[in-house]
């Protein structure tokens, strides 16, 4: 065998393994999605776009309100996690402390733990009857009845923030370490305060990490199905929740691909949308 | 780092510090709250905890091999899928990183692919796709998949072999890409040929960044949830699954000495990376 | 030990030829340097030869048998990169002993020869040391070693001090010369630093844009450059434009200047009335106060910059409205700026440049 038949031995298994189990199920969703939907099989024959224009035409807006929701909850929870993360990441990419690598196992740590028993922590902190907050303050007499702290936008907020932190902090963390500190030496020696140095030398110079951390977070968060079922029970519907009702509970395969779709391409637009924008504030990065 | 140190510019920094304090605190109290709960005495969990009591963790591992059941199952998968991603990584890093050519970056972004797109569409597809290949085949009555993929050990798999795929190759290519080729000459300028310059020289300069990916596999592997709750066979549960069960219906502290012992896991894996390779080498 | 010949080698990247026809003939024992600025091409030829890169053209010959197309492997060769390569998960031991088990020696000949060789480059003791623990200087003598314990045919040094501080690069110059001397190795030497060549080679060949321009003992190099490229790289030097006036011998030749007539050497025919280029290095002019007969030449100018050195005074003397002598002063001239000054040199010490690239 030649050798460059030999390399492609290196490439094979994987390709195969993608192109048959990403690439194709992908495309069959596609498929699937607009085929006519049906309680009693997976699918009835037929093709159809009949799927699409329920979801987007629906006369309540239902499925446009749900889809609406998950876009802004996506929105908030990527600028807050941003305003958290970035003073972090700043701190750790330019920090000499001995303690640095354990700072950085302090973030790793809680992602590596598994998104169930994170959620779980909260529970116990935000619960209305033996909650963590709850209980402490209704020990020191400061509320009567207990804080609707969870099942409800607010706990599944918190949730979502906390379980995808680092997930901002991590890119944040590299392009902020790609900035030469004698940058900022400069900056504060022509006069600025660190603070204005941070917003106009380290944040535009680190958008890459910026724009990476922020669709990365934005794209977990309107797809998060686990975080809004344990702390918000089916009383925060979003897109991905929506979805797996369908095809698990209601059995209409077709219908959840079509939204799986209409979710997918939404976020798309938004990213998209997003790059353009911040792209146009910093000329000449990126 | 700070020139000159003005008043204000303190306290402004003990301002910055006191909020990173804060967000770090933010970060861990779930965890810690949870490992605390784990040995509370009292029947239904609160907090703060009642008494201290070793009851939960005799409960977990005695209760009818339901948890270890599910243990053994998320352990399974996962070094198994460790395994397969890890071979099937270092091949096509190798392969990308020095023979793609101008398929590089198609190919760099079609390998971690599963990584920037949501886990739940994944699962979602890979589901369907089960289904309608053995439906497929059934039409032709060629039932030869029958419960091949469908609901299988094996369908499991293969999900959790294309989320953590990407981890391992994104850590071996890093390692790769800044391999210093001169060592590779050197090695062949002394009589090496290529097959030893691999053994000899490559692989263990490139040893970290695999380890480090295969652990981070691992670990992700034990995490996962949509694909797993998706693709599970029927009747079994991986231990995110189990637990998830249970905190919505149940309410003593079982979970919390469950979860605990997860954590102990995840913490000492990542110990054994810090001492082995490094926690830089997690970057990813 | 080995000849090398070189047979109208080519190389190329793309659109780029990075080696455009080389003839080069090496003989047994010989250390020569490729010299040139970076890009010129010593690089690729090297690594031509020791078979990382792969001729568009030509022949490699290692004692008049072919080696084009035979793997880096068995070439036999011994190189020393410039960032050194070595292996940073083996000792210094294990980096020896590499190229000896590949040769299948047997371990207590490797042994001893490890012993031996850290000798040599003086380095005993240090064989359980891992590379990141050496100093730079360490470092390069463990590369050096590694290289010569496989005994190879040709050795191959690719700017090997390039990484070093200035002193402790003068130091390894000596070192490695005389290394080479007393192994009696066939050696080449990739540099850009004309004084390191000077220093180490039997012969130099100055290399710009893929091709080899002058190929020569040190020496005839400085002294006779065949173009202005070649004595603009090698040293510092004035150039005089002059227009041939007569011949006067073999090899001299009366030339007109703007400040006078003047008489210079060289090995190539000029016609009278060409344009010629005359070059006068700045240690070979002196200064004095006042003219005086002979049969040197002389230039009459104004002191018009002034730089002291420690060891020498920079005079830069202005002799037309556009041009300048640089010379090299003795640390205790009184010259000033602004002074009048008469700037001697030998006939035997000036030379006009042979007209185009040899």
């Not at chain 1, 640095?100 to 902190?125: D, E």
């Not at chain 3, 890009?39 to 078979?51: N, W, Y």
């Amino acid at each position: 065998m030649t050798r460059s038949r030999l390399t492609l031995l290196l490439l094979i298994p994987t390709l195969a393994l993608l192109v048959a189990f990403l690439l194709l199920p992908y495309v069959n969703m596609v498929v699937m999605s607009f085929r006519t939907p049906s309680t009693s099989a997976v699918f009835a024959p037929g093709f159809t776009t009949a799927n699409y224009l329920n979801a987007l035409l629906d006369p309540d807006f239902y499925y446009l309100e749900i889809l609406w929701d998950t876009m802004v909850l996506g929105f908030w929870t990527t600028l807050i996690c941003l305003t958290l993360g970035f003073p972090l990441a700043y701190h750790l990419a330019r920090t000499q402390s001995r303690i640095k690598t354990l700072l950085y196992f302090f973030i790793l740590s809680p992602l590596l733990v598994g998104v169930v028993i994170r959620c779980y922590g909260w529970m116990i902190i935000l619960g209305p009857h033996n909650g963590l907050i709850n209980n402490t303050l209704k020990q020191l007499n400061l509320i009567e009845n207990s804080l609707p702290l969870m099942f409800n936008t607010f706990g599944v907020s918190v949730g979502l923030i906390h379980v995808f932190l680092p997930f901002m902090i991590l890119p944040l963390l590299g392009s902020i370490q790609a900035v030469d500190p004698a940058l900022e030496e400069a900056s504060q020696s022509l006069g600025a305060s660190r603070l204005k140095t941070m917003f106009k030398v380290i944040v535009p110079l680190s958008l890459p990490g910026i724009q990476a951390g922020s669709i990365l977070v934005f794209v977990l968060t309107i797809s998060s199905f686990v975080i809004p079922i344990l702390l918000g029970s089916y009383k925060v519907m979003i897109m991905p929740t929506l979805v797996v009702q369908q095809i698990m509970d209601a059995m209409l395969w077709p219908f959840g691909a079509a939204l799986a779709f209409i979710l997918s391409i939404a976020g798309g637009l938004v990213i998209y949308v997003y790059l353009k924008l911040t792209a146009r504030l910093v000329p000449g990065v990126q | 780092m700070a020139l000159t140190t003005s008043r204000s510019q303190f306290v402004g920094r003990i301002f910055f510090l006191g909020f990173i304090v804060l967000v770090y605190i933010f970060l861990l109290t779930p965890l810690v709250v949870v490992v605390i709960a784990s040995f509370d005495s009292a029947e239904i969990l609160s907090f703060p905890i009642e008494g201290f009591s070793l009851r939960w963790y005799r409960k977990f591992l005695s209760t009818e091999g339901v948890w270890l059941d599910s243990i053994i199952l998320s352990l399974k998968i996962a070094l198994l899928a460790t395994i397969i991603s890890t071979a099937l990584g270092t091949a096509v890093s190798l392969y990308v990183v020095r023979f793609a050519g101008k398929w590089r970056e198609s190919l760099r972004i079609f390998i971690i692919l599963p990584l920037l797109l949501p886990e739940i569409l994944t699962a979602i597809a890979l589901l369907i796709f089960y289904y309608n290949i053995e439906g497929f085949f059934n039409a032709l009555s060629v039932p030869l998949l029958s419960g091949v993929f469908r609901h299988s050990f094996f369908g499991l798999l293969i999900g959790h072999v294309l989320i953590t795929l990407p981890f391992v190759f994104l850590g071996i290519s890093g390692s790769l890409y800044n391999f210093d080729m001169s060592l590779e000459e050197a090695s062949r300028n002394l009589g090496g040929g290529r097959f030893i310059t691999f053994w000899r020289i490559t692989l263990p300069i490139v040893k970290p960044g695999i380890i480090a990916g295969a652990l981070l596999a691992l670990i992700i592997s034990y995490d996962l949830f949509a694909i797993s709750y998706l693709l599970k066979p029927i009747g079994t549960a991986t231990l995110p699954i189990q637990l998830f069960d249970y905190v919505r219906w149940e309410f003593d502290p079982t979970a919390a000495a469950v979860s605990t012992v997860s954590i102990i896991f995840t913490l000492v894996v990542l110990f054994i990376t810090e001492r082995l390779v490094g926690l830089r080498a997690l970057r990813f | 030990m080995t000849t090398l010949k070189l047979k109208n080698l080519t190389c190329r990247f793309g659109d780029v030829v990075a080696v455009d026809g080389i003839d080069l003939e090496i003989g047994d024992h010989e250390l020569v340097s490729l010299l040139g600025p970076s890009g010129c091409g010593k690089t690729t030829t090297l690594r031509c030869i020791a078979g990382f890169e792969s001729p568009d053209g030509g022949d490699i010959l290692f004692d008049q048998s072919s080696v084009k197309g035979l793997a880096p492997e068995k070439r036999d060769l011994g190189m020393v990169f410039q960032n050194y390569a070595l292996f940073p998960h083996m000792t210094v031991s294990g980096n020896l002993a590499y190229g000896l088990q590949m040769r299948k020696t047997d371990q207590q000949e490797i042994d001893r020869r490890i012993g031996e060789t850290l000798e040599i480059v003086q380095l005993t003791g240090l064989g359980d040391r891992y590379p990141n623990q050496l100093s730079g200087g360490q470092q390069q003598r463990v590369a050096l070693a590694r290289a010569l314990i496989i005994q190879p045919r040709i050795l191959l040094l690719d700017e090997p001090l390039a990484n070093l501080d200035a002193k402790l690069r003068e130091e390894m110059r000596f070192f490695i010369r005389n290394l080479q001397k007393d192994i009696g190795i066939t050696t080449i030497y990739v540099t850009h630093d004309q004084a390191e060549s000077m220093v180490m080679s039997d012969r130099i060949v100055v290399m710009f844009d893929g091709r080899i321009h002058q190929i020569g003992k040190p020496a005839e190099i400085y002294n006779f450059p065949a173009t202005q490229e070649i004595a603009d790289f090698i040293g510092l030097s004035n150039f005089i434009a002059c227009t041939v006036s007569s011949r006067e011998a073999d090899d001299q030749y009366s030339v007109d200047t703007a400040t006078g007539r003047l008489r210079s050497t060289t090995t190539a025919s000029h016609t009278v009335g060409s344009e010629v280029i005359m070059m006068v290095r700045p240690e070979v002019i002196t200064l004095h106060s006042e003219s005086a007969q002979g049969t040197h030449n002389e230039i009459q100018g104004t002191v018009a910059e002034k730089y002291y050195l420690g060891n020498v005074i920079t005079y830069r003397i202005r002799y037309t409205d556009d041009a300048i002598l640089q010379v090299q002063g003795q640390p205790w001239s009184t010259f000033e700026v602004g002074d009048s000054i008469w700037c001697r040199f030998d006939v035997e010490r000036s030379w006009i440049l042979p007209t185009g690239s040899s």
